[in-house]
């Protein structure tokens, strides 16, 4: 859910389209149905007391890392390098959060929780800024209004577990398969508004 897609705001700057979205929607559920099969596949055992295996270490690491890359690729997609002030912090929140789980990764797995909470509470309200905005000029976006308002939620919940001894990574693995869910939905949603457009 976290995995915030940003488009310039700017009205001097080209508006992201629907179907590069479409697209990009398309991507993020696949990567986030493979990494939460890994997820499981790999730590679903683990506690808060343990440390993450070297794969989930790296799961974990690639996570922010790939929400970095995806905004990057919407800029792309939109057809601009402007340096957008919301899609510039969403990056530096991804790359602080990928050096901040790199170290985490190597405590315990309810640290990893707590920095994991706290880049999904941001990445959250980030993301749900972006879909407010984005109503007009691309519509279709309730679902991702509802995903960053679930992200928030989560991320408190994240942080609040991360102190539990019973926790574990197979939470992270259901907030992604979460986030799939409402990327899925949001490609539905913008692909019935083009086609009735196009009518």
Do not use: C, K
């Not at 996570?63 to 402007?82: F, H, K, M, N, Q």
């Not at 985490?104 to 909470?117: D, M, R």
């Not at 509802?146 to 992270?172: D, H, K, R």
């Amino acid at each position: 859910m976290t995995q915030s897609t940003v488009t310039s705001t700017a009205s001097t700057t080209t508006t992201t389209t629907p179907s590069g979205l479409r697209s990009l929607y398309l991507i993020r559920v696949v990567f986030s149905l493979i990494w939460v099969a890994l997820v499981f596949a790999t730590s679903a055992s683990l506690v808060s007391t343990d440390r993450p295996t070297v794969i989930a270490a790296v799961l974990l690491i690639v996570y922010p890392l790939w929400d970095v890359i995806a905004t990057l690729l919407e800029r792309r997609l939109a057809g601009t390098g402007s340096t957008n002030r919301v899609s510039t912090a969403n990056m530096a929140l991804g790359l602080a959060t990928t050096a901040a789980m790199i170290i985490a990764v190597f405590s315990t797995i309810g640290t990893t929780l707590l920095v994991f909470g706290i880049w999904a509470l941001l990445s959250g309200a980030i993301q749900l800024v972006v879909a407010i905005r984005r109503r007009h000029t691309v519509g279709a976006q309730w679902p991702m209004v509802i995903s960053g308002g679930l992200s928030v939620l989560a991320g408190v919940s994240f942080a609040a577990m991360s102190a539990s001894a019973t926790s574990g990574l197979s939470t992270v693995a259901g907030y992604s398969a979460f986030g799939a869910f409402w990327f899925l939905v949001s490609f539905i949603a913008l692909s019935i508004r083009s086609r009735r457009e196009t009518r």
